[in-house]
């Protein structure tokens, strides 16, 4: 099986799940009837799919380990009121099957190339999709790797014993932790900022950034880095959330009152209000859309709007030719009349 190639969710077992940290468990996966390899581009991210009170769930999740191997790993960090990651962290067990999507997403280290010597910076679990771009890379290529990770303290370290064990048998790999509490640990303690960027990485002028973290860490770094006169080219980055509406938004103008939504494709018409959420009014109407990341980010809510008009937040996995076919992403749109979709 080639994970790359899945247009259809395929079931895997989960053979094992640890703690990282406190709020953080990783596990792996891996496909019950035979031992075949996953194909990805490392960096790049799956939407897997939890049963959870006898539905399936899906979210987006990096993949954090090697490609061509027969197992996936998969790292998911405790949301406060988060269905899906609460379920990962207290319930999923090992024999427990999930279903996988096809791996997708732009930030990898194929795609986006490099020049030589890379700087991967990261805070939280935003090291999810830059560990397997550094893997990768020491286990072929002569890459010089500064990895920045910005975390609360050592125990909230992902990966803090993987990490270790790279700097010590890779030379070209050069771990910069800062932590907001160092403890007695010989690592650096303080909040990033300009200084601290170019004290843990002097040369970072010379390298290809790849950036991933909370949105505001990714905000700070970015205007370091263009204050420093990097050029911001060389700047990759991978957001796990966009700016997507609340579901308590109102739509930008006044426009309120009933209106329709048709799935023919399910034989469902349904009642909702102008200014509702797409997805929710899917969703409740039993339509089986797949919704991993609820931001506008994976692109698995994609739908088809052939009549009617949405107010979106965001666009962010269509191509120019989905946006002039109408395609929309329903996680990030909101009813403006009534509409016609097709999934």
């Not at 009549?307 to 009813?335: H, M, N």
Request: net charge negative.
């Amino acid at each position: 099986m080639i994970a790359e190639d899945l247009e259809t969710p395929v079931a895997l077992v989960c053979t094992e799940k640890w703690h990282e940290t406190p709020d953080t468990v990783s596990f792996v996966l891996a496909c019950p009837e035979n031992a075949r390899r996953f194909h990805f581009k490392p960096g790049q991210f799956a939407s897997l799919g939890f049963e959870i009170d006898g539905q399936i769930a899906y979210r987006a999740y990096s993949i954090s380990s090697l490609p061509d191997q027969t197992m996936m790993k998969f790292t998911v960090k405790r949301v406060e009121g988060g269905q899906v990651s609460n379920h990962v962290i207290d319930h999923l067990s090992s024999g427990d099957r999930v279903q996988l999507l096809k791996p997708q997403g732009a930030f990898n280290n194929v795609d986006c190339t490099h020049r030589g010597r890379v700087a991967l910076i990261s805070a939280g679990c935003g090291i999810t999709p830059v560990m397997s771009m550094a893997a990768d890379w020491l286990s072929r290529e002569g890459i010089d790797v500064v990895f920045i990770h910005i975390a609360r303290d050592v125990r909230h370290t992902i990966y803090y014993e993987e990490l270790l064990h790279l700097n010590t048998v890779h030379p070209s790999f050069h771990l910069k932790l800062l932590l907001k509490q160092a403890g007695n640990s010989e690592h650096m303690q303080g909040r990033l900022d300009q200084d601290y960027l170019l004290k843990m990485c002097p040369d970072i002028l010379e390298r290809t950034v790849y950036l991933c973290g909370p949105e505001r860490f990714m905000q700070d770094v970015t205007t370091y880095l263009d204050q420093i006169g990097f050029q911001m080219a060389d700047c990759y980055q991978e957001r796990f959330s966009a700016a997507a509406m609340a579901s308590d938004s109102p739509p930008s103008d006044t426009e309120t009152g009933p209106v329709t939504v048709a799935v023919p494709g399910f034989g469902v018409t349904v009642d909702a209000q102008a200014g509702d959420a797409l997805l929710d009014v899917l969703e409740s109407a039993g339509v089986p859309v797949i919704a991993a990341c609820r931001s506008g980010i994976c692109g698995s809510c994609k739908c088809r709007v052939e009549q009617g008009q949405v107010e979106f937040s965001s666009q962010e996995t269509l191509s120019e030719a989905d946006i002039r076919s109408g395609y929309v992403l329903a996680c990030s749109s909101r009813i403006r009349s009534d509409l016609k979709v097709s999934l």
